[in-house]
């Protein structure tokens, strides 16, 4: 079975100063690892996907990377906006998402 | 940007009623899923949907269950007889192709069974 395990589970943080969350995984043939960002009463939103070991995606002050066992979303300089849920999520050789629990940022102006 | 809608955004019923929880997915999307989320707890996959029939489902959706694509543009999530523990946030997601391409969320609907 898929397992993906996020870190910290919770991350307070001061406007400007940057840090890492972290998303590994155990998944047998992994198509794709996939970040998203949940605010309260909302839905994921999609940020990136990830294929392959060594890929590095951004986006604004987001930046994910992957490795064969990990995945590292990078906050650069984060704002008060950025505060968030940021939910990591694999798909194996099937159609479904497996979710970790998320990493709630706030961030603090 | 085209965006997964979801209605209602709260739906209160007793428990042993059915349900019938709503979505448009994106116009050019062709497979669709059902997710839920139980307050403070991970997102869990139900149901993937394709070609008008069932690709996927998790040991969640049991026979309680059920989803239909009804015309060119709606994909509903039927609950034949609610149960305490279906209290959940219910997500609404659509895909481009099944694998490899990012699953696009709908807000949700709040599933509060009394």
């Known amino acids: 079975e898929d397992q993906v395990t996020q870190s910290p589970e919770a991350l307070r943080l001061q406007e400007g100063e940057s840090s890492s969350l972290n998303c590994s995984y155990t998944?047998?043939?992994?198509?794709?690892l996939f970040w998203y960002r949940q605010d309260p009463g909302k839905g994921p939103e999609f940020l990136f996907t990830?294929?392959?070991a060594g890929e590095e995606k951004e986006k604004e002050r987001l930046k994910a990377t992957l490795t064969k066992k990990e995945s590292f979303l990078h906050i650069t300089a984060p704002k008060p906006e950025d505060s968030a849920t940021y939910l990591c999520?694999?798909?194996?050789?099937?159609?479904?998402?497996?979710f970790g629990a998320g990493t709630t940022v706030t961030v603090r102006a | 940007e085209p965006e997964v809608t979801q209605t209602p955004s709260h739906q209160v019923t007793q428990m042993g009623q059915e349900v019938i929880l709503r979505c448009v997915p994106i116009?050019?999307?062709?497979?669709f899923y059902w997710y839920r989320q139980i307050l403070g707890q991970k997102v869990e996959f139900l149901v993937s949907?394709?070609?008008?029939?069932?690709?996927?489902k998790s040991e969640i959706f049991d026979d309680q269950f059920s989803v239909e694509r009804p015309d060119g543009s709606n994909f509903t999530l039927k609950i034949r007889s609610t149960k305490l523990e279906d209290s959940a946030m219910y997500f609404c997601?659509?895909?481009?192709?099944?694998?490899?391409?990012?699953?696009?969320f709908g807000d949700g609907t709040r599933l509060s069974i009394l």
């Open positions: 997601a659509s895909s481009v192709q099944y694998s490899n391409q990012p699953q696009h």
């Open positions: 998944v047998s043939g992994l198509r794709g």
């Open positions: 990830l294929y392959s």
């Open positions: 999520a694999v798909q194996a050789n099937d159609y479904k998402l497996s």
């Open positions: 116009s050019n999307h062709l497979y």
């Open positions: 949907f394709y070609n008008n029939e069932i690709s996927e």
